[in-house]
């Protein structure tokens, strides 16, 4: 049996006041919860270092959105693996597709950002998904597989062990357009199927694989119960305690 994992992925949202206030409300809100659901914020780089402090001693455990595959050096407004994990960063959101659309982010890029987190004691929160061209296209499949294969070049079996995968179709980031349970778990069940491939059939059934896309509280209950489905990369409803909690309640 996989747990489910429920990460939101805060994007550029909330100064530091902002953030102390809803990581405070997350963590009342998980109080009165007996969930055995693994719960990972990832606030913007300007807050981590305070939410370690606050997340110290509670369930909820701490990710950024993004690292630089560099140890160090003249990359201007970068970061990098062991800075994050100087401020207490446990995980690390991967290959996001704004990181990939607006920053122009490639599968190598994202295979080197991978293989830096994992080498760093990082655990990589890896996004995959195709737009809706690709979808329209009917080329779902292909445009998944070549970011797994490619963004996991050269993975071990041991570290693939570390990392959590997050299905997210571009065209339900953000959108209000959520995959239907069918789209979302057919999309999972392949993807599970290519890593029996890579990596057999014991550690494939171990990986976690999220979705996201318009997650909320009342379409997660139907995209959780899926075989495939465990857990999600929530946006816009992580940002309201009761939106988070709510969806951490479907599970
Ligand atoms: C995301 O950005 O990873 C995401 C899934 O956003 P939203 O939930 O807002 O669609």
Not at 29 to 42: A, K, W
Not at 100 to 118: C, M, P, V
Not at 236 to 246: I, R
Request: glycine fraction near 8%.
């Amino acid at each position: 049996m996989r747990k489910k994992v429920i990460a939101g992925n805060w994007k550029m949202n909330l100064n530091l006041q902002e953030s102390i206030s809803l990581i405070s409300g997350i963590k009342n809100g998980l109080r009165t919860l007996s969930s055995n659901v693994e719960v990972i914020i990832c606030p913007p780089y300007t807050s981590l270092e305070t939410a370690s402090t606050l997340v110290k001693n509670s369930h909820v455990k701490l990710g950024a959105q993004n690292m630089y595959f560099e140890e160090s050096g003249a990359y201007t407004g970068e970061i990098s693996a062991s800075m994050l994990k100087s401020v207490g960063c446990e995980y690390v959101i991967l290959g996001h597709s704004e990181r990939r659309t607006i920053f122009g982010e490639t599968d190598s890029t994202i295979n080197k950002k991978i293989h830096k987190a994992l080498a760093s004691g990082l655990l990589p929160i890896f996004c995959i998904g195709e737009t809706l061209d690709e979808r329209e296209k009917g080329i779902t499949f292909d445009v998944v597989k070549r970011q797994v294969v490619e963004g996991l070049k050269n993975v071990d079996t041991e570290n693939m062990k570390k990392i959590i995968i997050a299905y997210e179709p571009v065209w339900a980031i953000g959108t209000g357009k959520v995959a239907s349970k069918e789209q979302a778990e057919e999309v999972h069940a392949f993807i599970r199927k290519e890593l029996i491939a890579l990596y057999q059939s014991d550690v494939a059934e171990q990986i976690i694989i999220q979705y996201g896309g318009s997650v909320k509280p009342d379409n997660a209950v139907e995209l959780l119960s899926q075989p495939n489905i465990d857990g999600a990369l929530v946006g816009g409803a992580c940002l309201k305690v009761d939106s988070f909690l709510g969806i951490i309640k479907a599970c």
